[in-house]
């Protein structure tokens, strides 16, 4: 974990309320792994307060790429930012995604909707690194909930899309184009990243079929590090669970362990 | 030079910043980023005698200028932070402070019997003030016998310095200040967050899923300010003040209303570094002034 306070913005692409930041941060580039966050100051006065917590999409020796959507004050006031400004940044934060030793001959589905397609690139490309085949699985709303498809493609990976309303690939929920895609080819391992209510669904199919899956949970975050107690989800170790913390236990957990309180 | 250190009669600091209980864990989350001997003190998160749940979540929600939390004081008991992170605090050049929680008179006293078999502690905080964890916000510190009963209780116990954490969801925070003071309390620190409510108003459910929270941040800090100010004029022990100190300023007015010495709280979150950067400010505020001792301005308001 570093504090990097003065991380230029070298690069920016927008795509309506999705945007997507390369920034100059070399001390947390080169501790970054797949499924790690950032907890990223918005403001240089006290409003809004707090950091937000922002996932890592991909990273390079000295550069890290950001990928978020608006989805609240904070992320407003973030894609404002310009090229040649410079962001406050701790990170990287949470352990991440597990990805195993030896990947060869080994199949992975990784399934993204919306904004939580942002870790999963980093991922995808350290998984076939390994060896492993990857298939990617991207949902949103509409196509224009989709607008990594191509830099998803241009690093080799294969990508299916779907749509709710159909404008783009299958029509449905993600959950249905993956189900479809267990029938056509079973994955061993799944990874997932998206809305709470998606993630809960994919849990259910991979937990019913068997197949190991890890889940990258969201929450608003106090502090990013494990002081304030305050992103909390209810864990099972063995046990009936207890409330941990997502940015410190997390933001990764395995599908069997997460309890889906309170998600509608 | 500027000399920082301040004395609380009980307890010698390096300089006059703590860090507040529940805002920096144990103290080790911080170690990672900053150096944690340029604290003054480190408060850490309340402890009970046995591991605590804590509330469910959502526990925080930012509003202007603040945030709302109902963590619920979770946290491991005294027994595992005994075992597993005072070894390594003690380590630390740095007064640790261990704010003491209970459900009753006898859990208070459980818990501190415990903690005084354990080194490396210079004093403890007396949580009494905590709204987060029985329905309405409901602890002792809204009472004068009930401060007074179990502030009594735990100095008889305990050997080390008390100081008891005050909560400003009271009619007179003086009352309460002089029964903690009565029962024989070395120090007060105020104020504990203000208890508070936020709705979602798509759902027209609470945002926390406590219902009521505490809130703390920069919004809080002139409520604090006139606390501190009337408990620093009412009582002979010294004051730490906190809410939502952001900056050396914010510290500095803290002092001049009557505190000896101040928390940094919710800053720690946004800044790992406040407490070290807030004291450096203020260091630099002295010198540009040549005032000698941060102490020279405890006290110093003109009326």
């Known amino acids: ?75 407003q006031i973030l894609a404002r930012k310009s090229e040649g400004e410079t962001l406050d940044l701790i990170g990287p934060l949470g352990k991440g995604f597990d990805l195993g030793g030896h990947l060869k001959e080994t199949s992975a589905c990784l399934v993204g909707g919306g904004r939580g397609i942002a870790p999963l690139y980093q991922l995808g490309r350290a998984l ?25 493609r241009e690093a080799g990976l294969d990508v299916r899309c779907s749509t709710d309303d159909g404008t783009l690939g299958f029509r449905g929920f993600v959950t249905e184009l993956l189900e479809a895609e267990i029938k056509r080819r079973r994955p061993d391992k799944i990874f997932v990243c998206g809305p709470d209510p998606m993630m809960k669904k994919t849990a259910e199919i991979a937990l019913a079929l068997g197949i190991p899956a890890q889940i990258s949970l969201e929450s608003m975050m106090g502090c990013g590090f494990g002081a304030c107690w305050g992103c909390v989800k209810r864990i099972r170790k063995g046990d009936k669970g207890a409330w941990r913390k ?9 599908a069997e362990d997460i309890v889906w309180e309170g998600t509608e | 030079m500027v000399d920082l250190s301040v004395d609380l009669g009980f307890l010698k600091l390096r300089n006059p910043v703590l860090t507040a209980s529940g805002t920096f864990g144990y103290g080790l989350e911080f170690a990672p980023l900053i150096d944690l001997r340029k604290i003054g003190g480190i408060v850490v998160k309340g402890l009970y005698y046995g591991p605590r749940e804590g509330n469910p979540p959502p526990r ?15 946290g491991v008991g005294v027994e595992a932070f005994a075992a597993d992170v005072l070894p ?38 007396l949580n009494i003030s905590c709204p987060n964890v029985e329905r309405n916000g409901f602890c002792p510190a809204l009472f004068t016998d009930s401060t007074h009963g179990l502030v009594k209780a735990v100095k008889a116990a305990s050997h080390r310095p008390i100081i008891v954490k005050l909560s400003p ?115 630099n505020f002295c010198k540009a002034r040549g005032i000698p001792r941060v102490s020279d301005l405890v006290g110093t308001l003109k009326i």
């Open chain 2, 169 to 283: 969801n009271v009619t007179s925070v003086v009352d309460i200040a002089k029964a903690a003071e009565d029962g024989g309390a070395d120090g007060i620190s105020l104020i504990n967050t203000l208890l508070a409510l936020a709705v979602n108003v798509e759902t027209r459910r609470p945002k926390l899923a406590n219902l009521f929270g505490g809130l703390s941040g920069p919004a809080i800090k002139p409520i604090a300010l006139r606390m501190v100010y009337q408990v620093a004029t009412a009582v002979k022990i010294p004051v730490i003040g906190l809410g939502g100190i952001m900056t050396g300023a914010d510290a500095l007015e803290f002092l001049i209303v009557g505190a000896k010495a101040v928390q940094v709280g919710t800053a720690n979150f946004v800044d790992p570094a406040a407490a070290i950067r807030i004291s450096a400010e203020m260091r």
């Open chain 1, 128 to 152: 076939q690194i390994k060896g492993a085949r990857v298939r990617v699985l991207y949902g949103g709303r509409s196509k224009a909930d989709l607008p990594l498809r191509k830099r998803f």
């Open chain 2, 60 to 74: 925080l929600v930012e509003t202007t200028g603040g945030l709302i939390n109902a963590i619920g004081l979770q």
């Open chain 1, 1 to 75: 974990m570093r504090h990097e306070p003065g991380a230029r913005i070298i690069f920016k692409q927008s795509w309506g309320s999705y945007h997507l930041f390369r920034l100059e941060a070399p001390a947390i580039a080169a501790k970054a792994r797949p499924g790690q966050f950032l907890m990223i100051k918005v403001s240089d006065t006290p409003f809004p307060l707090l950091r937000r917590p922002i996932s890592i999409h991909s990273r390079e020796k000295k550069t890290l790429e950001v990928f978020f959507q608006i989805a609240g004050l904070g992320t």
């Open chain 2, 88 to 125: 390594r605090l003690r380590k630390i050049d740095t007064p640790i402070l261990v704010n003491v929680c209970g459900g009753s008179d006898d859990e208070y006293l459980k818990a501190v019997e415990f903690l005084e078999r354990q080194d490396g502690i210079a004093a403890y905080e």
């Open chain 1, 246 to 254: 997502i940015c410190e236990d997390g933001p990764v957990f395995r």
